[in-house]
């Protein structure tokens, strides 16, 4: 047992001493050493379940004759965070997450771990960890958020943030907009469309680092803890069988979870996330797998926020196991081993049939959309690569003028006091890794444009992020980005921009080059502490924007 390293032999008597204050008995300590490390935090409903979580896989642990060591993390909140100066820390925090996972796990030589995540930044680090330090692991998802209901519909945490726009607009009034706000969130779990936290959840599944099922269970259902439970006992049984995470992050696996946000219409910041994922795992991939991903996988769930249903109602649907099976008997899944040592296509041999009636999940032969959800593109504005949001609408073109901005409150301003018109695009910059710092997610402009009116009128391109909350025709991940000299940066009030995604690309016609000598990078947003620090050390959104550059 790695744990032996702290524990066996005379000469470990003092950590032995430690761990004897802490309650263990001798049988305790002989037995394996498994770290259960969560993201808890009562500051937003997202995370708020996993303490108790926490609880159920430290007596699946037990029940399989381990010892649990209990950790915990940070979290930030990206609904909190949106639109502010706070939302700099969420991306720097998936880093971080992962590290403290890595150093708290290593730095006990502990057996194996479970890691129980529940928001957007937790869950991909949770995999980049468990990559990392490859040993026995599984991943959970604490669950999704139930959605509201208003005037007999579904919203989400989704329809808060276009309400915002909308009462900007005057077409919403104060009590209407409290309304929204009281009845979106009713409970504990992430937020409940196909945003990220959810897509994520997905890709930990695809990528065979949770069970098949145990993820799609909404966070307030009582099988949860059961699911939780049996993730204690499974890392026993992968320390048990020797199997470990890299085994299951496979190229296949990857490209798995790539189709299944393509075919979902899921968060675009999974292209970033899987990215840093397959870094940490020593996997091959780039920008452009993502672009066969999508460009061969029709949209088939009809989830928010371009589509009509929650994660909550997938769920009631089939789960993933649903679309998955959709995909896989079109020939657009590879099998893959997976977490509990059955491959994929036996998992979802087993899995409970899909709700006779479910109208969430269309067949292949009848999509929603022809591709999936996002088109990676290049031009002269984005040599390196950009990620173009499709979701929620069917344009594939567009041709506007540019209104730069230098930060996304420039840009809300504008929205806010009506000085965006149909035909623009908006151009956000100095909002990248390093730039922003942090490559903040522009969810409160772009829901700002949806509550006036104008999604699907303008255009937004940006070296930041978008949330998976965001639809409309939006370019985000531009690289290089404005801070560290990208041609974003030499774009001027009045250019013209041309998106098209039939032909991938990303241009003006402005002479640019002409411009370069000019262009100073503007001073850095901040100057020390984490997020200096992360500005200094982070690569391209086009590489993943990981911090350790190798």
Known sequence: MRSNAIKHGPDRAPARAMLRATGLDDADIAKPLVAIVHTWSNVSPCNLNLRDLAQAACDGVRAAGGTPIEFNTIAVTDGIAMGTSGMRASLV?????ADSIELAVDGHCLDAVVVLCGCDKTIPAAAMALARMNIPGVALYGGSIAHGQLAGQPITIQEVFEAVGAHGAGKMSCAQLAEVEKKACPGAGACGGQFTANTMAMVLTALGLSPLGLNDIPATDPAKRDAAFRCGELAMQ?????LLPRATLTPE?????ARLVAATAGSTNAVLHLLAIAHEAGVALTLEDFEQASRNTPVIADLKPGGRYTAVELTLAGGTALVARELRAAGMLDDAPTVTGHSLFAELDAAAPAFEGQQVVRTIADPLKPRGGYSILYGNLAPEGCVLKLAGQGKV???????VFESEEEAFAAV??????????LVIRNEGPAGGPGMREMLAVTAALVGRGLGNEVALITDGRFSGATHGFMVGHVAPEAARGGPIALLREGDRVVIDADTRRLDTDADLETRRAQW???APTVIRGALAKYARLVGSAAKGAVTDGV
């Open 93 to 97: 925090s998936r880093e971080l997450i």
């Open 238 to 242: 992968c320390l048990a069988d020797g």
């Open 253 to 257: 696996a990857f490209r798995n979870a």
């Open 397 to 403: 073109h567009f041709d506007g003028v540019a209104r």
């Open 416 to 425: 806010q006091s009506d000085r965006i018109r149909a035909g623009d695009v």
């Open 520 to 522: 100073q990078a503007i």
